[in-house]
T-cell receptor
């Protein structure tokens, strides 16, 4: 049973560029979550998918951010026109759903640095 | 909106000793779940222990246990017989059990150092 994987692990980009991150959840998990973690803070929820449907979005997810999960498997998170304030660790998590605690399993994250 | 507060940015403990990490939360809901996650340096976050608000009995997982005080909205984590591998950031998290939201709301974390 492989865990949640994220690619790339690190991304350095210049302000104004677009970036895309990928998350592959645990294979039998139908729920997928994106969080953002800045230095010295806990993760903050961005969005959540159940299968291919995006069911919840945070107000943190501005118009420059878009997430997709086209076939209910992997997901992508795109940030357009990056700003220095977007520098953070972007965490993906997945869960099986339909369980009491619906435990979320986290990936290693993608660290974004915007210059 | 729910909030989670961890009032101890850093804690340290001697190897083999016991340490307690504090967490308080604010909610108007009666049913919810609480979690403690561990994030080792440069490694991914893993679940340590979990508790449902309706369960009176405090959860335990080997050396890890919680003190859940629902009326006080407190959810502290006790680590017994601390080991060097316990050194990490620890995050307390809240999830609603109603309304369909599945997001975790995290505190700012407590950095635990274990001294040999």
């Amino acid at each position: 049973d492989t865990g949640v994987s994220q690619d790339p692990r690190h991304k350095i980009t210049k302000r104004g560029q677009n970036v895309t991150f990928r998350c592959d959840p645990i294979s039998e998990h139908n729920r997928l979550y994106w969080y953002r973690q800045t230095l010295g803070q806990g993760p903050e929820f961005l969005t959540y998918f159940q299968n291919e449907a995006q069911l919840e979005k945070s107000r943190l997810l501005s118009d420059r951010f878009s997430a997709e999960r086209p076939k209910g498997s992997f997901s992508t998170l795109e940030i357009q026109r990056t700003e220095q304030g977007d520098s953070a660790m972007y965490l993906c998590a997945s869960s099986r759903g339909a369980t009491l605690y619906n435990e979320q399993f986290f990936g290693p994250g993608t660290r974004l640095t915007v210059l | 909106a729910q909030t989670v507060t961890q009032s101890q940015p850093e804690m340290s403990v001697q190897e083999a000793e016991t340490v307690t990490l504090s967490c308080t939360y604010d909610t108007s809901e009666s049913d919810y779940y609480l979690f403690w996650y561990k994030q080792p340096p440069s490694r991914q976050m893993i679940l340590v222990i979990r508790q449902e608000a309706y369960k009176q009995q405090n959860a335990t997982e080997n050396r890890f246990s919680v003190n859940f005080q629902k009326a006080a909205k407190s959810f502290s984590l006790k680590i017994s017989d601390s080991q060097l591998g316990d050194a990490a950031m620890y995050f307390c998290a809240y999830r609603s059990a109603t309304g369909g939201s599945e997001k975790l709301v995290f505190g700012k974390g407590t950095k635990l150092t274990v001294n040999p």
